[in-house]
């Protein structure tokens, strides 16, 4: 059985080593094996196994959209037309290839999809928009909450 199929199967050491690429992935493994009291080679078969179970499922810079002249941030409702599965496996398609979009949930409660999408600007936003959901025949309506600011982006998850 594979660790991605065993979720509990995640021992202790893993859990401390998953805690700290969390907060720095560019750590060197011989500094994450000093602190998690394993050998450099243990830590590094054990991030190599975790990948290749898709627990650790990429190595990503958080970068600041204002640093980048990305000054929307939009936090988008979808709701679709209906819930059918080539409808929605459509909407997850366009959404997960539009590079505008940085998250995508399918949900429940009403609406279909949450989206963030950041954007240079209103023309662009606009621009996205008619693309992804004034355009797209399977999008009943969609709502758009711009925010004001950027409390909190790219944080860890808590590991047990």
Known sequence: MSRKNAPGSLDAFDRAI??????DNRMPQRQIAERVNLSAAAVQRRIAAMEKAGIIIG???????????????????????????ETVDNAKALFRNAPEVQQCYYVTGGVSFMLIIVSADMTSYEATTRRLFAQNDSVAGYRSLIALDRVKAGSEIVIP
């Open 59 to 85: 190595n990503h810079a958080v970068v600041d959209v204002r640093a980048v002249s990305l000054g929307i941030t939009a936090i988008v409702e979808v709701y679709l037309k209906d819930e059918r599965l």
């Open 18 to 23: 998953l805690r700290i690429v969390q907060r």
